[in-house]
């Protein structure tokens, strides 16, 4: 006598490695045989993706068809469209005008969630684990808030037990600081990102920054410039590191200019490879460059665009370097087409948030 599961057993770990196995060969019929390119599945859940140009209805109906020719029920409530918007994974996508939705009911959930934690000194890796799946879940739609999550799941991490307690340290409240601030002023709408990245000076964007004199930014026609402050000035202060000087006026093209990236990736070049790192993972093991980094990230969510950097060594940036340095000669004869007045830096308390 034999026995076998007719059902794939609840908390099981082999359970959704065999369902997805299944929805994956499903993909792959409606792919192979019946040409429907765009399928989409998360276990489960599928999403059809058709071109406007189609019978969305025809492609519909033959998802259907596939579904019932090998026996699989679909729960009628759940199957939706053909339509522009419809709600996936609990995101509302609307295709009509490129827009991604968090549902009103579940972003107040997380901003509830949120601030209980700002005054607790700490909590158990359960608790901080959960707190980390309405965060991710969050960043489906804010893509730039996928790095203030990072120290909170290495702070989860660092006990084993789920009913450990972690400390909430300084750099983890401000993190969630950031990201309640950010929620409370959100409407839960994120245009789509594009795919391509764009190379900050095909975008006509340069900044730059020099050691001992400031920094300056031009973007298509305007420009702003400004001298690093006298207790910047002293080598023995981690402020004054390249990282952190070179980020600054980055910061700034965003505070000025973000509001017309929206949905672009953004790729600066920067000569500094600690720079590099720091825009690419959205981090830093300096306060003071987190404070730059956190005002730039709430650019980039506010604004809905993603920035990249990429290092290049003795990189051309004639403009800007001539900026920074305070030679107007040389930059009026870089760019001649150049607004005959600045832009107005924003004070420094306004370029970080701590």
């Known amino acids: 006598m034999y026995y076998f599961y007719t059902r794939l057993a609840f908390g099981c770990r082999s359970s959704p490695k065999i369902f997805d196995t299944l929805s994956v060969a499903i993909c792959w019929i409606l792919q192979n045989n019946y040409g429907l390119r765009h399928v989409l599945h998360l276990l489960d859940d599928f999403l059809l993706i058709n071109n406007p140009y189609v019978d969305a209805t025809r492609n519909m109906n033959t998802m259907l068809y596939v579904f019932n020719s090998l026996k699989i029920p ?13 709600e996936y994974l609990g995101i509302i996508l609307d295709s009509m005008h490129m827009i991604a939705k968090l549902p009103d009911e579940k972003l107040v959930r997380i901003k509830d969630i949120l601030y209980s934690y700002l005054n607790r000194r700490s909590c158990t890796k359960r608790e901080m684990l959960s707190l980390l799946g309405h965060l991710n879940y969050a960043c489906k739609v804010i893509i730039p808030g996928r790095s203030f999550v990072s120290y909170l799941l290495t702070l989860a991490h660092s006990v084993k037990e789920l009913y450990h307690h972690v400390t909430i340290t300084k750099g983890c409240r401000d993190d969630m600081a950031m990201w309640f601030k950010f929620l409370s002023q959100w409407n839960g709408i994120s245009f789509f990102i594009s795919d391509n990245v764009i190379n900050a000076s095909d975008f006509h964007l340069f900044t730059d920054a020099s050691s001992t004199i400031g920094y ?9 410039q400004g001298s690093w402050p006298d207790d910047f000035i002293r080598p023995d202060e981690e402020s004054f590191s390249m990282a952190y000087l070179e980020l600054y006026p980055i910061v700034i093209s965003a505070i000025l200019w973000g509001h017309e990236w929206s949905t672009k990736r953004i790729l600066f070049h920067c000569d500094n490879m600690s720079s590099v790192y720091i825009i690419n993972k959205g981090r830093s093991k300096c306060n003071v460059i987190m404070n730059l980094v956190r005002r730039l990230t709430w650019c980039a969510a506010k604004f809905n665009f993603v920035v990249h950097a990429v290092h290049v060594p003795g990189k051309e940036n004639n403009i800007a370097d001539a900026l920074s340095r305070y030679q107007m000669k040389r930059f ?18 306004e370029n970080c948030v701590s």
């Not at 300056?216 to 702003?224: A, C, E, P, T, V």
């Open 74 to 86: 679909l729960s009628a409530h759940k199957t939706v469209g053909p339509s522009t918007s419809l």
């Open 216 to 224: 300056g930014g031009y973007f298509r026609k305007r420009w702003f």
């Open 332 to 349: 009026r004869q870089l760019a001649p087409e150049a607004s005959p007045n600045p832009c107005t830096c924003p004070p420094h308390s």
